[in-house]
């Protein structure tokens, strides 16, 4: 088993900056590729930034390209996501996961491990997200 513990969410203003880190016990950390996933109220998780096993690529959905960096120091069981110029479609609950064996990081083999997850909220204080309402004509 390998469990992994995110932290750093919270709430934060549109442009804004948030930092989220990933910590294991677990040993040869860097064997694994690993990666960040978001799951957004009401949609399916999606990968967002992934690093290969030993630090052979690093990849990044379109969403947030240029935005966020993930990174994962030699020899330490930990992993980041820095994320920058946060939109409020960058609100989700964040996991840190990581897939076993010998695949990209970015493959589509489902990865083996997730964390808890930590929640992320982008938005302006005393305003919510709103919700779309559509009058059928």
């Known amino acids: 088993q390998l469990r992994l513990v995110e932290s750093g969410g919270g709430l934060v203003q549109p442009g804004g900056s948030l930092t989220l880190s990933c910590t294991t016990l677990?040993?040869?950390?860097?064997?694994?590729?690993v990666g960040w996933f978001r799951q957004a109220a009401g949609m399916e998780r999606e990968r967002i930034a992934c690093?290969?096993?030993?630090?052979?690529?690093?990849h990044y959905a379109d969403s947030v390209k240029g935005r966020f960096t993930i990174s994962r120091p030699y020899g330490e069981n930990t992993m980041t996501l820095q994320m920058n110029s946060l939109k409020p479609e960058d609100s989700a609950v964040y996991y840190c996961?990581?897939?076993?064996?010998?695949?990209?990081?970015?493959?589509?083999?489902?990865?083996?491990?997730?964390?808890?997850?930590?929640?992320?909220?982008?938005?302006?204080?005393?305003w919510g997200q709103g919700t779309q309402v559509t009058v059928p004509t």
């Open positions: 996961a990581a897939l076993s064996g010998f695949p990209m990081c970015d493959s589509t083999d489902e990865y083996s491990f997730y964390g808890r997850g930590t929640r992320v909220t982008v938005e302006y204080e005393g």
């Open positions: 690093i290969s096993r030993l630090g052979d690529g690093h």
């Open positions: 677990t040993s040869h950390f860097d064997y694994y590729s």
